[in-house]
């Protein structure tokens, strides 16, 4: 059974009218997160609700896809919702007392403007997802803070705890990633993942078309 926390983050963000929904708090963290992950991009859009049970996902593959149909994306643009009904399955398991979080890896180091590029790109993506409040979190460069490592998940757990609200709980959350060890996968750093911060895991096909 989920507890939940309701959290304000929306006010405390710097994003107005016409800016990016999601608010970045990279910056903001607690001192003590923020060296302790100070390679991870931390972002929360909407009026977000922490709770117990945590539905997490992968970004690129398994909410997201190159509109162009291209293997990797042309521009901060060239991206669509994976599935139809991807906002309507999100919504559901807010309804449900799951909480979203967005797992991603990506690689901008050494190039901040990419990075910057990206930023926006989950903004237009939050906006794409309007009414579900969701946090992202990414790991920017290569270092134990990237999947399959579980620093991102550390970093969600020391962000709940620093504000004193409930604890995820990862006997009543799951992961779902497109990253699988499969044939033509390109890694199995999803399950491997889940594997390694004891999450249950499923691909996008198990957990979208069951
Ligand atoms: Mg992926």
Same mark, same amino acid.
């Given at each position: ?16 009218? !016409? /800016? ?12 003590? +997160?923020?060296? *302790?992950? %100070?390679? =991870? ?17 992968d970004?690129?593959?398994t ?46 180091? !050494? /190039? ?12 237009? +993506?939050?906006? *794409?997802? %309007?009414? =579900? ?43 779902v990633g497109d990253a ?10 999803d ?20």
């Amino acid at each position: 059974m989920a507890r939940q926390s309701t959290l304000n983050f929306a006010r405390s963000g710097a994003h107005g009218a !016409g /800016r990016s929904r999601v608010s970045w708090k990279h910056h903001q963290l607690a001192n003590d +997160i923020s060296s *302790r992950f %100070h390679t =991870v991009l931390f972002g929360v859009a909407g009026e977000f609700t922490a709770s117990t049970q945590i539905a997490a996902f992968d970004l690129d593959g398994t909410l997201i896809r190159p509109k162009s149909g291209l293997k990797f994306p042309r521009n901060a643009a060239d991206w669509s919702l994976l599935r139809r009904d991807t906002k309507e399955r999100l919504n559901t398991l807010i309804q449900t007392g799951y909480a979203i979080v967005i797992i991603s890896n990506q690689n901008y180091s !050494g /190039r901040p403007a990419k990075l910057e590029e990206w930023q926006v790109k989950m903004g237009a +993506i939050a906006e *794409r997802l %309007h009414d =579900v409040p969701f946090i992202c979190i990414a790991a920017t460069t290569k270092d134990e803070n990237r999947k399959p490592d579980t620093g991102m998940w550390g970093c969600l757990q020391a962000y709940f705890e620093s504000l004193g609200c409930v604890r995820p709980d990862t006997k009543e959350s799951f992961f779902v990633g497109d990253a699988a060890g499969r044939r033509g996968d390109h890694s199995a750093d999803d399950k491997n993942f889940a594997k390694n911060a004891e999450l249950r895991f499923y691909t996008p096909e198990e957990y979208f078309d069951a």
